[in-house]
């Protein structure tokens, strides 16, 4: 009897098929080589929910703040105000809402759904511009990059999609 692993499905489904063909627990844990308490489980969680499987899928780490209703409501403010800015966006998704939600979480969720930001009057730096020189000689000319914009409390931001 090995402790500590999971059952397999083909497992599980020999421990309900012994059972409901009539074989008692303690047999049907000799058959399968766990203990009585796991063919117990096993049985009464085939009992309430009808499966012998067990789904662990999204049961791990914690769970989002952001439900999928709250994220489709966000991708919808943002489809039809694509000038407003973070602070905008974070405001009107924590209106209708018992608990708040920081700026962050909002950027974050707006990134997982294809949103990116964009600061007004400047393009992305070192993404092979010419005439730019991130790395190379020291004694060479460099032109210099222009200095990004002031972020402040994120007025300067226009969300866009791809």
Known sequence: MVRGRDLSDFERGFIVGARMAGASVTR????????????????????????TSVSRVG???RQ??????????LVQFVKQNRSATLAQVT?????????????RTVRRQLHREGYYKEVEGQKALGRGQEGTQCC?????PKETEPEPAP???GSAFILKGL
Do not use: Y
Not at 64 to 73: Q, V
């Open 28 to 51: 049907t844990a000799q058959l399968v080589g766990v203990s009585i308490g796991t063919v117990a489980k096993v049985t009464s969680a085939f009992r309430v929910t009808g499966k």
């Open 64 to 73: 989002r703040t952001l439900n999928d209703r709250d994220a489709r409501a």
């Open 136 to 140: 190379g000689p020291e004694d060479g």
């Open 91 to 103: 405001q009107n998704l924590n209106a209708g809402r018992n608990h708040t939600v920081s700026a």
């Open 59 to 61: 049961n791990c780490g």
């Open 151 to 153: 972020v402040g409390d």
